[in-house]
Nanobody, 119 residues
């Protein structure tokens, strides 16, 4: 089992910045990749950024150059630095971990944190 707790969301003006954090606990050695998803009202959940255990990263096209995913292994924490925020970035952001255990692959989710970009 992996537990994930997000923090750092809030209200920010267009062009502003926020940093989201996701603290992981439990069977963290089983984690093979960590990801940030977002879901806006009436829209499907989409993958925003991902980072593998080998530190390979990938981003949604619309956030490339503005968002940066990173992690601090010593703190078992995942981050998402979001700069130049736009109104269309408004969503609930969810942390996800994909783990490989003896019994197979598992997905774990945090509770989500609201990001609202508005003037």
């Amino acid at each position: 089992q992996v537990q994930l707790v997000e923090s750092g969301g809030g209200l920010v003006q267009p062009g502003g910045s926020l940093r989201l954090s996701c603290a992981a606990s439990g069977s963290i050695l089983s984690i093979r990749s960590m990801n940030w998803y977002r879901q806006a009202p009436g829209k499907q959940r989409e993958l925003v950024a991902s980072i593998t255990s080998g530190d390979d990263t990938n981003y949604l096209d619309s956030v490339k150059g503005r968002f940066t995913i990173s992690r601090d292994n010593a703190k078992s924490t995942l981050y998402l630095q979001m700069n130049s925020l736009k109104a269309e970035d408004t969503a609930v952001y969810l942390c996800n971990a994909r783990s490989l255990l003896r019994t197979g692959w598992y997905n774990y989710w945090g509770q989500g944190t609201q990001v609202t970009v508005s003037s």
